[in-house]
T-cell receptor
Framework: DADVTQTPRNRITKTGKRIMLECSQT?????MYWYRQDPGLGLRLIYY???????NKGEISDGYSVSRQAQAKFSLSLESAIPNQTALYFC????????????FGSGTRLTVV | RKEVEQDPGPFNVPEGATVAFNCTYS??????FFWYRQDCRKEPKLLMS???SGNEDGRFTAQLNRASQYISLLIRDSKLSDSATYLC????????????????FGKGTKLSVKP
């Protein structure tokens, strides 16, 4: 099994619909992250969580919400999807300590039509 | 100055070539550094960490120059399978810009190795 699992892998949804992207990890790390990636813009941080009770906005949180259901689970919701939220979404986890990098999930390709 | 800056490329090189990527970062107190590789439409994957003394992993060599705030990645004897985007990643000091030490990604340098 992958260290970080994202579902669904691909999703097409209509404008105005609510959609949830799910992420679970088996690394036992406290830190979890949601990023989106758009061509030419690189990775941009949406939300991050350092434990179940600690959730923080990233640079582009508007239009998104998150829920940290357990140490291993961190879900991202689009309350009312709009076309400019079409992107590749990555969940990641990271251990504490300066030498830890991120471990990413394989991504969710979301298309809003 | 951008927090992490990379030449976007693309770098188009023949098989067997040596290619070098550079990256600069803005915060001199940054704590640790990484190179990630990302294949098209796939997740970024850690290629190697970058240590002050420089480090090598097979055909890949990473260097860090703290005085110049500069990181490099050298790939020798390029393979077709090296074609990907290479991301420079920096761990800033705690509470830098409110980021609480979250890693900062460059936008990546695209490498295409041709037969």
């Amino acid at each position: 099994d992958a260290d970080v699992t994202q579902t669904p892998r691909n999703r097409i949804t209509k404008t105005g619909k609510r959609i949830m992207l799910e992420c679970s990890q088996t690394k036992g790390h406290d830190r979890m992250y949601w990023y989106r990636q758009d061509p030419g813009l690189g990775l941009r941080l949406i939300y991050y969580s350092f434990d179940v009770k600690d959730i923080n906005k990233g640079e582009i949180s508007d239009g998104y919400s998150v829920s940290r259901q357990a140490q291993a689970k961190f879900s991202l919701s689009l309350e009312s999807a709009i076309p400019n939220q079409t992107a590749l979404y990555f969940c990641a986890t990271r251990g504490t300590g300066v030498d830890y990098g991120y471990t990413f999930g394989s991504g969710t390709r979301l298309t809003v039509v | 100055r951008k927090e992490v800056e990379q030449d976007p490329g693309p770098f188009n090189v023949p098989e067997g070539a040596t290619v070098a990527f550079n990256c600069t970062y803005s915060n001199s107190a940054s704590q640790s550094f990484f190179w990630y590789r990302q294949d098209c439409r796939k997740e970024p994957k850690l290629l190697m960490s970058v240590y002050s003394s420089g480090n090598e992993d097979g055909r890949f060599t990473a260097q860090l120059n703290r005085a110049s705030q500069y990181i490099s990645l050298l790939i020798r004897d390029s393979k077709l399978s090296d074609s990907a985007t290479y991301l420079c990643v920096v761990n800033p000091p705690p509470n830098y810009g409110g980021s609480q030490g979250n890693l900062i990604f460059g936008k990546g340098t695209k490498l295409s190795v041709k037969p």
